[in-house]
């Protein structure tokens, strides 16, 4: 791990923040914990069929006395079966995340009943805190656990082991474990209030830039998103030096570029950018694959053309000068500049978040010094946007 210009570390997944039973973290804003298992799954089990417990932590609702030889099901609960019926396909009701990603990827507009909501944040909020977790990642991330050594040797039941999988996710072959871990980023992903540590950081930020309720009774599944997006804009007004621009504490800072970073390969990831270029998604990039930072970047390409609407514009604008401040919140343009960088001495301290060298500027002066020097094979890659 000597990579002195590698992507630093996506210690990510599962570690929820509640106010009524806070989980402490370590020193990353976006580590998360998952507890140990009692006993491991049967091999094969799908990702889709996890466990849950006989109540739903924090809501106080029970699930269903009779449950279904497949195990419980979002779909039999009758709080949600207006809403499923009217909004998702029949074939996806046997899948509990199918479920899931299917209610909390609708429309803005779309409204969806309060006691639904309610129950799908508990949902989330016991599938990222059930101790059955770390079994699953166990069992359907087998073969790749023994291929990285890195995640091999972690420590088992302190959640690591998911932060690992995630921090080399472009690197899992392994068509199910991949689905898995991409699965549960889109759930942590869904509400700030899932990534461990953002609230506690940024409290103060979100209450001083005027951000949105923290409160944990807001269980909007459409809302979370618009909180990150104020702070980041509020961090650009900060690194533009705008007028009456409000200083953001350094670790609400570092916690904000941190879930953009993460959030660059998959734009189903940011939230709020997400649900404001929909329809131009599907306007200009219906047959662009997602992952990789593919849609980004074909949304990039068609910022200005005059059909694409002023939100998604604002949207695409915010996370471009996010990746003029830290250049890793560009997918495409930190894994095509990896081994330049490293080569050319480009990034010398990758450890110290937004430092000089993670500067877009300050690479894109690096590289072109080394074109300049007469560096053979080196080819500047136009910028998105």
Same mark, same amino acid.
Request: proline share 5%; charged share 30%.
């Given at each position: 791990?000597?990579d002195?210009?590698?992507?630093?570390?996506?210690?990510?997944l599962?570690?929820?923040i509640?106010?009524?039973h806070p989980?402490?973290c370590?020193?990353?804003?976006v580590?998360v914990? @998952?507890?140990?298992?009692?006993?491991?799954?049967?091999p094969?089990t799908?990702?889709?069929?996890?466990p @849950?417990?006989?109540k739903?932590?924090?809501?106080?609702?029970?699930?269903?006395?009779?449950?279904?030889?497949?195990?419980?099901?979002?779909?039999?609960e009758e709080?949600?079966?207006?809403?499923l019926?009217?909004?998702c396909?029949?074939?996806?009701?046997n899948?509990?995340?199918?479920?899931?990603?299917?209610?909390?990827?609708k429309?803005?507009?779309?409204e969806?009943?309060?006691?639904?909501?309610h129950?799908?944040?508990? #949902?989330?909020?016991?599938?990222?805190t059930d101790?059955?977790f770390?079994?699953?990642?166990?069992?359907?991330?087998k073969t790749t656990?023994?291929e990285?050594k890195?995640?091999a040797?972690?420590?088992r039941?302190k959640?690591?082991l998911?932060s690992?999988?995630?921090?080399?996710?472009?690197?899992?072959?392994?068509?199910q474990?991949?689905q898995?871990?991409?699965?549960?980023?889109?759930i942590?992903?869904?509400d700030?209030?899932?990534?461990?540590?953002?609230?506690d950081?940024?409290r103060?930020d979100?209450?001083?830039?005027?951000?949105?309720?923290?409160?944990?009774?807001?269980?909007?599944?459409?809302?979370?998103g618009?909180v990150?997006?104020c702070?980041?804009?509020?961090l650009?007004r900060?690194?533009?030096?705008? %007028?009456?621009?409000?200083?953001?504490?350094?670790e609400?800072?570092?916690s904000?570029m941190?879930?953009?970073?993460?959030?660059s390969?998959?734009?189903?990831?940011d939230? #709020?950018?997400?649900?404001?270029?929909?329809?131009d998604?599907?306007r200009f990039?219906? /047959?662009?694959?997602?992952?990789?930072?593919r849609? #980004?970047?074909?949304l990039f390409n068609? /910022?200005?053309?005059e059909t694409?609407?002023?939100k998604?514009r604002?949207?695409?604008?915010?996370?471009q000068?996010?990746?003029?401040?830290?250049y890793k919140v560009?997918?495409?343009?930190?894994?095509a500049?990896k081994?330049?960088l490293?080569k050319?001495?480009c990034s010398?301290?990758?450890?110290? %978040?937004?430092a000089?060298?993670?500067r877009?500027? #300050?690479l894109?002066l690096?590289l072109e010094s080394?074109v300049h020097?007469?560096t053979?094979?080196?080819r500047?890659? %136009?910028?998105?946007g």
């Amino acid at each position: 791990m000597a990579d002195c210009i590698r992507v630093p570390l996506l210690l990510l997944l599962l570690c929820i923040i509640s106010s009524l039973h806070p989980i402490q973290c370590q020193n990353s804003p976006v580590l998360v914990k @998952v507890p140990e298992l009692n006993a491991p799954l049967p091999p094969g089990t799908p990702v889709e069929r996890l466990p @849950v417990p006989e109540k739903i932590p924090g809501g106080g609702a029970s699930l269903p006395r009779k449950r279904s030889s497949t195990g419980w099901k979002l779909s039999e609960e009758e709080v949600c079966q207006e809403d499923l019926a009217r909004l998702c396909p029949k074939h996806s009701w046997n899948n509990n995340l199918a479920v899931l990603e299917c209610l909390q990827d609708k429309k803005e507009e779309t409204e969806i009943a309060a006691e639904c909501n309610h129950l799908l944040w508990n #949902y989330k909020l016991n599938l990222t805190t059930d101790p059955k977790f770390e079994s699953v990642a166990v069992e359907v991330c087998k073969t790749t656990i023994t291929e990285i050594k890195e995640c091999a040797s972690e420590q088992r039941g302190k959640g690591f082991l998911v932060s690992c999988l995630v921090d080399h996710r472009g690197n899992i072959t392994d068509y199910q474990c991949n689905q898995y871990i991409t699965k549960m980023t889109t759930i942590v992903f869904s509400d700030y209030r899932l990534i461990c540590g953002f609230m506690d950081k940024c409290r103060e930020d979100i209450n001083t830039l005027h951000c949105g309720s923290i409160s944990t009774g807001d269980k909007d599944v459409h809302s979370q998103g618009e909180v990150i997006a104020c702070l980041e804009k509020g961090l650009v007004r900060e690194a533009e030096e705008q %007028p009456g621009a409000h200083p953001i504490k350094e670790e609400c800072k570092k916690s904000i570029m941190r879930v953009a970073e993460l959030s660059s390969d998959d734009f189903h990831l940011d939230r #709020y950018l997400y649900f404001s270029c929909r329809d131009d998604r599907e306007r200009f990039c219906e /047959k662009t694959l997602a992952g990789e930072g593919r849609v #980004y970047k074909c949304l990039f390409n068609h /910022k200005f053309e005059e059909t694409m609407s002023e939100k998604c514009r604002e949207a695409l604008t915010t996370r471009q000068k996010l990746i003029a401040q830290d250049y890793k919140v560009s997918y495409s343009l930190a894994k095509a500049c990896k081994s330049d960088l490293r080569k050319y001495r480009c990034s010398a301290d990758s450890n110290v %978040p937004r430092a000089r060298e993670a500067r877009l500027s #300050y690479l894109l002066l690096c590289l072109e010094s080394a074109v300049h020097r007469g560096t053979k094979h080196l080819r500047l890659l %136009p910028l998105e946007g």
